[in-house]
């Protein structure tokens, strides 16, 4: 199992991306 | 279900999906999305906000009745009448089908590829190309199912056309200039009947599709 | 809904939703996980599966009257009961919350913390120190939430249950050592009375909880 376990999607960097959104539209929205 | 107001920053593609599904509801749905109403990065903070909704994170709708919900695909559902979320048990689950492609397919690279071209992130080369291929590759699986189909699930709008149509927003109005789309006629036919539906239109306005594909925005 | 067969690999943390939710329905449920019934990257991979499941993803759900589903939320929907998926329209929208509180929320840094350790991912100091981070927010909301209540929502056993539980089983049995957890008691009350419904310990068997947490593994 953990060997297939490796085949996964998982979008690892979901975190990093939601917290530069939110700077951007915090940003933009002054 | 109640009327209620839904917080958000303007032009959330999440918060897009509640929205159209309150056009076909007809839920009357106040959109709080500027000053006084809800400042983002200010009011999301406060603490009674943070009461209703622990995340802090939008879209985020509070009934009149005083009902919370956070997620957009819950608000979404919550706002949608039956036939959006489905007349049968296998449409039901078709349409969550589509909804959880549409988070786990389309979300991560439609972002990888265009948050560097919207100067929200910094350009990677590798990360854009492989964007690109997965984006590739999910297109050519909603191409294959809309040969003979006219929306994703059924014979009528739903909840998946809701949230994919939202989902690929960014790409269809930032990078997919029309060499790029062209392999895909049966997604871009779909997209195009979504959009120019009433309820769509109501919230979206007229759409810009790409006409040459946006590079890093420095 | 029909019985069916449910491809996957073994101890695969989302065809357990689904397994768990069979469990409540009585759905007759067939896991095809083992040759010759299905070998993971050679099954999923020949044309007749493509042509059912066009992204070769598993879990994928075959009916017996030929219906197929992909995306284990959908397919863990299809074969729950009404009691689970909600008995009213705030029941549903919560739960269908806190599903996608599980894929947003806790997979994406659950998943950067585990597979270092268990030998399937390079080790980055800084992804796991900030995976850790996220998984104690993470946590800190569900505590809040659980303070006065036995299940995510309503009174019993929902889809929101089954779903984050599985959704924290890795990290429940790798790296929240005693300590780590001590911090959120409410959460570890509710995951050991979930894991210990007869439902979930026919699928899960007996999970034992991590005792030291797991490092790093070359």
């Known amino acids: 199992g953990v060997d297939f376990l490796a085949h996964e999607r998982i979008w690892f960097d979901k975190p990093r991306y939601d917290e530069a959104e939110r700077r951007f539209y915090e940003r933009k929205n002054g | ?218």
């Open chain 2, 1 to 218: 279900m109640a009327a209620g107001t839904l917080y958000t920053y303007a032009e959330n593609w999440r918060a897009y999906k509640a929205q159209i599904a309150a056009q076909y509801s007809g839920v009357h749905l106040k959109v709080a999305s500027t000053p006084p109403a809800f400042t983002f990065g200010q009011t999301n903070r406060l603490p009674n906000f943070l009461n209703s909704f622990p995340l802090g994170k939008v879209p985020a709708f509070q009934g009149d009745d005083g009902f919370c919900l956070f997620e957009s695909n819950a608000i979404a559902h919550y706002l949608s009448t039956d036939a959006l979320r489905g007349s049968t048990p296998q449409a039901s689950a078709h349409i969550l089908q589509w909804v959880n492609f549409a988070d786990s397919e389309i979300i991560p690279p439609a972002s990888a590829w265009v948050f560097p071209t919207l100067g929200i992130m910094q350009f990677n080369k590798q990360a854009t190309e492989q964007a690109k291929e997965e984006v590739k590759r999910m297109l050519l699986v909603l191409n294959q199912h809309l040969n003979t189909r006219t929306f994703l699930v059924g014979e009528r709008v739903t909840l998946a056309d809701i949230t994919v149509v939202c989902s690929l927003l960014w790409i269809y109005k930032q990078v997919l200039e029309p060499a790029f789309r062209e392999p895909y006629p049966n997604v871009n036919r779909w997209f195009g009947t979504c959009i120019n539906q009433p309820q769509f239109k109501a919230v979206l306005g007229e759409v810009k599709l790409c006409e040459k594909m946006a590079q890093f925005d420095a």
